[in-house]
């Protein structure tokens, strides 16, 4: 199977699923890495693992939707089967997102339905929440907002600051979404009516 990821940043997730690969805890190629940032250091990650990647400037482009189209038919030409999606700081257009329906996956750094959007960390911090943690989920239209998969749960302690909770959930998130992609290339993981069903089950 085929992985094209999309990143922003550092690319940590990124390198959790190039591991894995090489490992052979996930059974697919990474096929090319795309950012939106040409100074991520997820891109510097993909070519030390011998990865095609890719910036796409977005001012470049006239708006989002020329972006997407032009980012989709990068993406395209790698004819992926998943589209992970490791920091990928963009809001995604409706065709974009109706593209790679059932086939594209996020991690986004709170216990979703909870905090969707920006300053996870802070805001489980502020809240007092005795617990946080990280979710993978289908991409849907709405940000954030796709049926969870697999979620990680950690403690808040007193003391902590953002940067502490980032550490622990970013642990977390190494752990299990190299094991949600694993489940889909090896078609334990689908997407039916909206609905994630893994062996058989709905989740
Ligand atoms: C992760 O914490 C992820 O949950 C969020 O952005 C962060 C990306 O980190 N969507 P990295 O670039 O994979 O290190």
Partial sequence: KRIVVLVSGDGSNLQALIDSCQQGRVNATLSAVFSNKASAYGLERAQGAGIPAHALDPKAYADRVAFDAALMEEIDAYQPDLVVLAGYMRILSPDFVDRYAGRMLNIHP?????????????KAIDN????????????????????????????VFEEDTAEDLNERVQTQEHNIYPLVVSWFVDGRLVLRDGQPILDGKTL
Avoid at 113 to 118: M, N
Avoid at 128 to 155: N, R, Y
């Fill in 110 to 122: 709170s216990l979703l339905p909870k905090y969707p959007g920006l300053h996870t960390h802070q």
């Fill in 128 to 155: 007092k929440d005795a617990e946080h943690g990280t979710s993978v989920h289908f991409v849907t239209q709405e940000l954030d907002g796709g049926p969870v998969i697999l979620q990680a749960k950690v403690p």
